[in-house]
């Protein structure tokens, strides 16, 4: 399940694509980690108790994956405004313009 999740920053080298990516995927565990603070240890609940954890947990599971699309969008925006680079294409033109020079060299 990591290397789903870890192509894309290898590909695009971005901690804030991949924290995105971590946001959004694992928004739904949640419920998991809801489940443990309320101490829920059997299946039955009574009505009350599970509507509140179910309340709780959707509203963390909204929220983190909110946030996983706000850093996706700040990261898009870095990308657009050229504050961050898409697939190292500063490292490819400075790449590009040595060769040019020992060409020019030779």
């Given at each position: 399940?990591?290397?789903?999740?870890?192509?894309?920053?290898?590909?695009?080298?971005?901690?804030?694509?991949?924290?995105?990516?971590?946001?959004?995927?694992?928004?739904?565990m949640?419920?998991?980690?809801?489940?443990?603070?309320?101490k829920?240890?059997?299946?039955?609940?009574?009505?009350?108790?599970?509507?509140?954890?179910?309340?709780?947990?959707?509203?963390?599971?909204?929220?983190?994956?909110?946030?996983?699309?706000?850093?996706?969008?700040?990261?898009?925006?870095?990308?657009?405004?050229?504050?961050?680079?898409?697939?190292?294409?500063?490292?490819?033109?400075?790449?590009?313009?040595?060769?040019?020079?020992?060409?020019?060299?030779?």
């Amino acid at each position: 399940l990591w290397m789903v999740y870890n192509w894309p920053w290898q590909l695009v080298q971005s901690g804030l694509l991949l924290t995105s990516l971590m946001c959004m995927a694992w928004a739904p565990m949640s419920f998991t980690i809801v489940g443990t603070v309320f101490k829920i240890q059997n299946p039955i609940l009574r009505r009350g108790y599970l509507a509140r954890v179910l309340r709780h947990g959707r509203w963390w599971r909204i929220w983190i994956q909110r946030s996983g699309y706000l850093f996706f969008f700040i990261w898009f925006i870095q990308v657009e405004l050229g504050y961050s680079w898409f697939l190292n294409s500063a490292n490819e033109e400075a790449i590009e313009r040595d060769e040019g020079q020992i060409d020019n060299l030779l």
